[in-house]
């Protein structure tokens, strides 16, 4: 088992920063990619961004230019700068941790509990 420990939400005024923090333990993959989903009420869940081992990024259209992901694989952790926040950025924010195998085929997912991120207008 994989366990996911986030931290970092909050709630700030339209135009803020936010960094969350999602930190891996337990028998963690030597393969894996994390990423940040988020969901907000009445709205399906969202990738938001995503990494792997490689360093290779992706980003949903909605926050291109203004979040960042980032890891640290000595610390199995991934964060995520966020920037310029808009009020529909509000939602629950869940890390998610993917173990790969060798040829990188999904062999399990874990889920952290995940942060509440809210912004004002």
């Known amino acids: 088992q994989v366990q996911l420990v986030e931290s970092g939400g909050g709630l700030v005024q339209a135009g803020g920063s936010l960094r969350l923090s999602c930190e891996a333990s337990?028998?963690?993959?030597?393969?894996?990619?994390m990423g940040w989903f988020r969901q907000a009420p009445g709205k399906e869940r969202e990738l938001v961004a995503g990494i792997n081992r490689g360093g290779n990024t992706v980003y949903a259209d909605s926050v291109k230019g203004r979040f960042t992901i980032s890891r640290d694989g000595a610390k199995n952790t991934v964060y995520l700068q966020m920037s310029n926040l808009k009020p529909e950025d509000s939602a629950v924010y869940s890390c998610?941790?993917?173990?790969?195998?060798?040829?990188?085929?999904?062999?399990?997912?874990?889920w952290g509990p995940g942060t509440q991120v809210t912004v004002s207008s």
């Open positions: 998610r941790y993917n173990g790969l195998s060798r040829n990188y085929a999904s062999l399990a997912n874990f």
């Open positions: 337990g028998r963690t993959f030597s393969i894996y990619a």
